[in-house]
Nanobody, 125 residues
Framework: QVQLVESGGGLVEPGGSLRLSCTASGRTLSDYTMAWFRQAPGKEREFLAC????????LYSEAYLGRFDISRESAKNTGYLQMYSLEAEDTGIYYC??????????????????WGQGTQVTVSS
């Protein structure tokens, strides 16, 4: 089992940037992918981006391509989501999740086995 802990959330002004971290324990992630999701108030959990651990292959939701940047430091078992030009609509709880990687990325939350507890991001002036 993979245990995940998100950090880095908080209050940020519109137009600002924020970097979220997701640290994994329990297993190495060589055969896994790590994804980031967001659940905004009153909305379903939304796929943002995913990265494979071994080869750092990346899939972005087209809605956030160019504004969100996913990365990882495999030696630290830590993934990152760097966010730029944040807007009020980006407010929500951000989750990281992992799934075994077989060469296919998934956008559906149901495909991921392990989840962090989430970190709150609030974009407001």
């Amino acid at each position: 089992q993979v245990q995940l802990v998100e950090s880095g959330g908080g209050l940020v002004e519109p137009g600002g940037s924020l970097r979220l971290s997701c640290t994994a324990s329990g297993r190495t992630l060589s055969d896994y992918t790590m994804a980031w999701f967001r659940q905004a108030p009153g909305k379903e959990r939304e796929f943002l981006a995913c990265i494979s651990w071994r080869g750092a292959n990346i899939l972005y939701s087209e809605a956030y391509l160019g504004r969100f940047d996913i990365s990882r430091e495999s030696a630290k078992n830590t993934g990152y989501l760097q966010m730029y030009s944040l807007e009020a609509e980006d407010t929500g709880i951000y989750y990281c999740a992992t799934a075994l990687y077989s060469g296919v990325f998934y956008r559906a939350a149901s495909k991921y086995e392990s989840w962090g507890q989430g970190t709150q991001v609030t974009v407001s002036s």
